[in-house]
């Protein structure tokens, strides 16, 4: 562990392939990869937000590797997050996946993506849930120099958390939304001077 004190400690770190990354994407294979590739790069489809909003849900009081190591279980074991089929699980369903070491046994969290599912599946006929959770892109996007400077939540993940509860979502808390609004592309919460910072085409 360092022995510096957090204000003093670098945010970013220059890897040897001559890239800057934050601390947590810096040593970590699969987090690297994740932060290089996909963290907060445009998904508009809605299985794509769906898988993405479940995660989130299954993440909360968890690291955020810890459910990335687990996302090939948690495909398989929910249908590749497909809404209509996860909307139709019933109790033999929810005991398989309470069974499934492979993902996080969590039974108010399963029923919560059963829950979401059909809450997905009825804002079809209202533009869809990626449109939904888009029209909440803020007009400015945040420009962090260091980790304190990353907002944990916003008026308007407040205002989607909001939005989703009326729809009849659960475990969509602002500070969830939050992440998945960075996970999305719909905020940018790369450090500048990343590599990655400006690279989604959302913000310029």
């Known amino acids: 562990m360092s022995t510096e004190p957090p204000e003093t400690r670098p945010s970013l770190v220059v890897g040897e392939d001559g890239l800057a990354r934050p601390v947590w994407a810096s040593t970590d294979e699969l987090l690297r990869d994740y932060y290089d590739t996909e963290w907060g790069m445009p998904v508009r489809d809605e299985r794509g937000v769906f898988e993405r909003l479940s995660l989130e849900a299954f993440q909360s009081g968890l690291s955020w590797r810890t459910i990335l190591a687990k996302r090939p279980a948690f495909r398989a074991a929910f249908a590749d997050f497909d809404p209509d089929t996860v909307a139709a699980f019933g109790e033999d369903d929810v005991a398989r996946l309470m069974a499934d070491a492979g993902i996080v ?12 599912a ?78 990655r910072r400006g690279t989604s085409g959302v913000w310029s």
């Open 105 to 116: 046994r969590n039974r108010a969290k399963i029923l919560a993506t059963i829950t979401n």
């Open 118 to 195: 059909n809450a997905t599946i009825a804002l079809r006929d209202d533009g869809g849930l990626a449109d939904l959770v888009w029209s909440f892109r803020p007009e400015r996007t945040p420009e962090p120099l260091t980790f304190a400077d990353v907002p944990t939540k916003s008026d308007e993940s407040v205002a989607l958390s909001k939005a989703l509860r009326k729809r009849g979502f659960a475990f969509v808390g602002p500070t969830t939304m939050y992440a998945l609004m960075e996970a999305l592309g719909i905020v940018d919460t790369h450090l500048v001077g990343s590599h």
